[in-house]
C-alpha cells in the first residue's frame, strides 16, 4: 500500500505547481504552501523561541525561590529572556511581543534593584 501510494505521490508531483507534503504525501498547491509557510526555506531565526522559553522558565524558577541569591539572579536571568524574545521578535514583526518584553524588562529592572536593597539590608 505504502509503494503504491509513493508511486502515485512521485507521478503526481511531476505534475506543475503541486508539491508532496507530510507524512500522507498530500498534494498542495505551491501557492497554498507559501501562505502556510511551510514551503519557504527554515529561518534559524525562529530556533532562538525555545532558547528564550527555557532561560524564560529559568528565571521564574529563580525569582519564586525563597532563597534572596537566587531571588536576584532570578531578575537577571530574565533579563536575558526579554533581550532574547525581542531579538527574536523584531524580524518577526511581532510588535506586541516587543512592548511586552520593553515592560518587562523595567520591570525586571525595579525587581532586581529592589532584591539588590534587600539583599543590602540582609547583610547589616
Known sequence: ???????????????????????????????????LGSYEPMNYLDLLQWPAMAVTVTAAWLVASSDLKRRKYGFWVFL?????????????????????????????????AKTDDLAQEENK
Open 1 to 35: 500500500m505504502r509503494r503504491a501510494a509513493a508511486a502515485l505521490n512521485s507521478r503526481l508531483a511531476m505534475r506543475k505547481g503541486t508539491t508532496p507534503v507530510g507524512c500522507f504525501g498530500l498534494l498542495l498547491p505551491r501557492i497554498f504552501l507559501r501562505q
Open 80 to 112: 536575558l529572556s526579554n533581550v532574547l524574545w525581542i531579538t527574536w521578535a523584531i524580524p518577526s514583526k511581532a510588535w506586541a511581543l516587543i512592548v511586552l518584553q520593553i515592560l518587562l524588562f523595567a520591570m525586571n529592572v525595579r525587581g532586581a
